[in-house]
């Protein structure tokens, strides 16, 4: 069945209808577990899709605007990779008897490379760089069946718990760009070993 979380256009009254997920189609509503687990991969694909706008922006923009939305960019994605890094993947590799989830170690690498390139300055090739590495590495989270579902389903009853974790999650520092072709040149290596072509990032 597919699912929409209740939005501004019908705002609940009370707490726990704000909680309440309602199915799309006007059917019955599902079961408390179900929405949960829902919300979770509907709030980490929200955040996806926030970063993804930040980008554009910043490509789009110019000025006071790009920085402004790269700012804004660089200090979301590093969050959304804190969440990823200290709060699902432990939960679900607890989960598993401390089994790491099959694509865990790809996607730090590319947690990595997208660590690399927030270093580097707002430019033109910057952002190509990292919306390569993120249209490849997105879809392995929260495409069906990717890690947002497997943490969900992991999670069982205390996927609440897991996904106020989440939400709540704190900033975390963000060193500024560096204008530096050491910078660069460390950038296109750690692109390099992701399996990403450095090339991308030459004006
Ligand atoms: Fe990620
Ligand atoms: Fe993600």
Redesign the pocket.
């Known amino acids: 069945m597919a699912l929409r979380v209740l939005t501004m256009a019908n705002t609940p009254n009370t707490p726990a209808e704000a909680t309440r997920i309602a199915p799309a189609d006007g059917g019955e509503e599902t079961h408390p577990g179900e929405s949960r687990r829902s919300r979770l991969c509907d709030f980490m694909a929200a955040e996806h899709a926030r970063l993804d706008a930040l980008l554009v922006s910043a490509a789009a923009g110019s000025g006071a605007d790009r920085v402004t939305a790269y700012q804004d960019f660089r200090k979301g994605l590093l969050r ?2 804190g969440i ?1 890094e200290k709060i699902l993947f432990p939960a679900a590799q607890h989960r598993r008897n401390g089994e790491p989830l099959l694509p865990a170690g790809r ?1 730090k690498v ?2 990595g490379a ?1 660590a690399a390139l927030v270093m580097l300055p707002p430019s033109a090739s910057t952002f190509r760089a990292l919306q390569a590495v993120l249209n490849a ?2 879809p ?2 929260d495409a069906p069946g990717g ?1 947002y579902d497997q943490c969900e389903s992991l999670a069982q009853e205390q996927v609440d718990e897991l996904l106020d974790r989440c939400v709540k999650a704190a900033e975390v520092p963000v060193s500024p760009w560096v204008e530096n072709p050491k910078v660069l040149a460390a950038a296109k290596r750690v692109l390099a070993r992701a399996g990403y072509d450095p090339a991308v990032l030459d004006e």
């Open positions: 959304h990779i990823e996607l590319d947690h997208l590495h997105n392995l989270e890690v």
